[in-house]
C-alpha cells in the first residue's frame, strides 16, 4: 500500500514538473517576442538573402544580436539591443568575388514601462556605427535617430511593430548622406510547450535612392520552438521571405535561421 501511494504521487509529482515546464517555455516564447522584455538574451539571427544583382548571387549576413535590460527604477526599465553583423557581400556585377568582414554596428536604447498593462511600448534613440571593415560593407558615416516599438499580447497573441530612421550626421564626406528608414511588424501564435508560428519581416527604404529602388517589402514567415539543452533555454526559429518589391540589385528571397540564447531572471 505504501508504494502504491508513493508511485501515485510521484506520477502526480511529474505530471505538474512537466506542465510547469511546458508553461515556462510559453512565457519565454512570448518574451523572446517582446522587443522590450525583462529578459537578457543573446540571438543569432542568420540571413541568406539569394538572387542578387544579374548574376543571381548570395549575399549571407550574420546578426549577433544581445538584448540586455536594465532596470532603472521600479517603474521604469532600460533595453539596450545592438546589432553587429557579420556580412559576406558578393560582387554582384560578377560570377565570382566579394568582400567579407564587420559591419556597421547598431544600438537601440529604449526606455520602457516595468510594469506594462495590456499595451507595452519603448521609446528611445538608435545609432549606427562606421565599424565596417571594408567600404562595401558599411556607410563610412555616423548616423542616429529615434525608435519604437508597441506591441498587445492577447491571449496566446503577440502582434506589434517596431520601427526607426537614421540620418547620418558625420563621416566620409565623399560617401552617400544616410536617410534610412526600417518598419518590422511582427505577429505571432503560441502553442503549448513553447511552439509557435511567427511572420516578421523587415521592411526598408532608403530614401536616398532614385524612384524604384526605394522599398526592400518581404512577405512570409515561419516558426520556431523554446526549448532546454540542461539548464540553458533556447529558441530557434525560421524564417522564409520573398521580397515582392525590392531595389533593382536586391535579392529576391531570404531564408532567416536564429539560434537564440536565454538567460531569465531568478524569481
Same mark, same amino acid.
Given at each position: 500500500?505504501? +508504494?502504491? %501511494?508513493?508511485?501515485?504521487?510521484?506520477?502526480?509529482?511529474?505530471?505538474?514538473?512537466?506542465?510547469?515546464?511546458?508553461?515556462?517555455?510559453?512565457?519565454?516564447? +512570448?518574451?523572446?517576442?517582446?522587443?522590450?522584455?525583462?529578459?537578457?538574451?543573446?540571438?543569432?539571427?542568420?540571413?541568406?538573402?539569394?538572387?542578387?544583382?544579374?548574376?543571381?548571387?548570395?549575399?549571407?549576413?550574420?546578426?549577433?544580436?544581445?538584448?540586455?535590460?536594465?532596470?532603472?527604477?521600479? %517603474?521604469?526599465?532600460?533595453?539596450?539591443?545592438?546589432?553587429?553583423?557579420?556580412?559576406?557581400? /558578393?560582387?554582384?556585377?560578377?560570377?565570382?568575388?566579394?568582400?567579407?568582414?564587420?559591419?556597421?554596428?547598431?544600438?537601440?536604447?529604449?526606455?520602457?514601462?516595468?510594469?506594462?498593462? +495590456?499595451?507595452?511600448?519603448?521609446?528611445? /534613440?538608435?545609432?549606427?556605427?562606421?565599424?565596417?571593415?571594408?567600404?562595401?560593407?558599411?556607410?563610412?558615416?555616423?548616423?542616429?535617430?529615434?525608435?519604437?516599438?508597441?506591441?498587445?499580447?492577447?491571449?496566446?497573441?503577440?502582434?506589434?511593430?517596431?520601427?526607426?530612421?537614421?540620418?547620418?550626421?558625420?563621416?566620409?564626406?565623399?560617401?552617400?548622406?544616410?536617410?534610412?528608414?526600417?518598419?518590422?511588424?511582427?505577429?505571432?501564435?503560441?502553442?503549448?510547450?513553447?511552439?509557435?508560428?511567427?511572420?516578421?519581416?523587415?521592411?526598408?527604404?532608403?530614401? %536616398?535612392?532614385?524612384?524604384?529602388?526605394?522599398?526592400?517589402?518581404?512577405?512570409?514567415?515561419?516558426?520556431?520552438?523554446?526549448?532546454?539543452?540542461?539548464?540553458?533555454?533556447?529558441?530557434?526559429?525560421?524564417?522564409?521571405?520573398?521580397?515582392?518589391? +525590392?531595389?533593382?540589385?536586391?535579392?529576391?528571397?531570404?531564408?532567416?535561421?536564429?539560434?537564440?540564447?536565454?538567460?531569465?531572471?531568478?524569481?
Amino acid at each position: 500500500m505504501n +508504494k502504491l %501511494k508513493l508511485f501515485l504521487a510521484l506520477t502526480i509529482a511529474l505530471n505538474f514538473s512537466g506542465f510547469a515546464v511546458a508553461d515556462e517555455q510559453e512565457d519565454l516564447a +512570448k518574451q523572446t517576442q517582446n522587443p522590450v522584455a525583462d529578459l537578457i538574451s543573446v540571438p543569432f539571427q542568420n540571413n541568406t538573402n539569394f538572387n542578387l544583382g544579374p548574376k543571381d548571387r548570395t549575399q549571407n549576413i550574420l546578426n549577433v544580436q544581445p538584448v540586455i535590460p536594465i532596470n532603472l527604477t521600479d %517603474k521604469w526599465n532600460l533595453i539596450t539591443r545592438t546589432i553587429a553583423p557579420i556580412i559576406y557581400q /558578393p560582387d554582384v556585377t560578377s560570377n565570382s568575388g566579394g568582400e567579407f568582414g564587420l559591419g556597421d554596428i547598431n544600438t537601440t536604447l529604449f526606455l520602457s514601462p516595468a510594469n506594462a498593462g +495590456k499595451v507595452v511600448w519603448g521609446v528611445g /534613440p538608435i545609432l549606427s556605427l562606421p565599424t565596417a571593415t571594408d567600404k562595401t560593407l558599411g556607410t563610412d558615416k555616423w548616423s542616429a535617430g529615434p525608435s519604437a516599438v508597441l506591441l498587445a499580447m492577447p491571449s496566446n497573441w503577440v502582434i506589434g511593430f517596431l520601427v526607426n530612421n537614421l540620418w547620418s550626421f558625420a563621416g566620409d564626406n565623399d560617401r552617400q548622406d544616410v536617410n534610412q528608414f526600417l518598419f518590422q511588424y511582427f505577429v505571432n501564435y503560441n502553442f503549448q510547450g513553447g511552439w509557435y508560428l511567427t511572420s516578421a519581416p523587415i521592411n526598408t527604404a532608403n530614401w %536616398k535612392a532614385d524612384d524604384g529602388n526605394k522599398w526592400t517589402v518581404p512577405i512570409g514567415g515561419g516558426g520556431g520552438k523554446v526549448f532546454r539543452i540542461g539548464p540553458q533555454p533556447l529558441n530557434l526559429q525560421t524564417q522564409v521571405f520573398y521580397n515582392v518589391e +525590392k531595389p533593382d540589385l536586391g535579392p529576391e528571397w531570404s531564408l532567416r535561421v536564429q539560434l537564440q540564447f536565454l538567460f531569465p531572471k531568478r524569481k
